[in-house]
């Protein structure tokens, strides 16, 4: 059973930091690309981020990049979202997802979801 559990959210005041970690289980973690959503309250899902099966190609959505950085340890089966200079408007629940293909930034191009972590940035 494919599992991808999120952590590392929580409230953070504009300007701060957070580090938001997915660990996956009953998956073969060096076959699957990985990526990070977000959806804020009444707003549909939005790409934030992703990265290939050994790491070596990522990519943002533009309101994210050089802020935002994605990395995976692929010996702890982890993949992280490093969140930098924060703003109110990345306010949302954070989830983490999975697929063999790498460069989807629909939902519908992922195929394991973890259940989200919240992230509050208050101003």
Known sequence: Q???????GGLVQAG???RLSCAASGLTF???AMGWFRQAPGKEPEFVAAISWGGGSTNYTDSVAGRFTISR???KNTVYLQMNSL???????????????YGGQR?????????G???????
């Not at 703003?87 to 293909?101: G, N, Q, S």
């Not at 939902?107 to 259940?115: F, K, M, S």
């Open 107 to 115: 939902r519908v191009e992922y195929e394991y979801w973890g259940q």
């Open 16 to 18: 701060g930091s957070l």
């Open 87 to 101: 703003k109110p408007e990345d306010t949302a629940v954070y989830y983490c997802a999975a697929d063999r293909r």
């Open 2 to 8: 494919v599992q991808l559990v999120e952590s590392g």
């Open 73 to 75: 340890d692929n010996a």
């Open 30 to 32: 060096t076959s699957y």
């Open 117 to 123: 972590t919240q992230v509050t940035v208050s101003s």
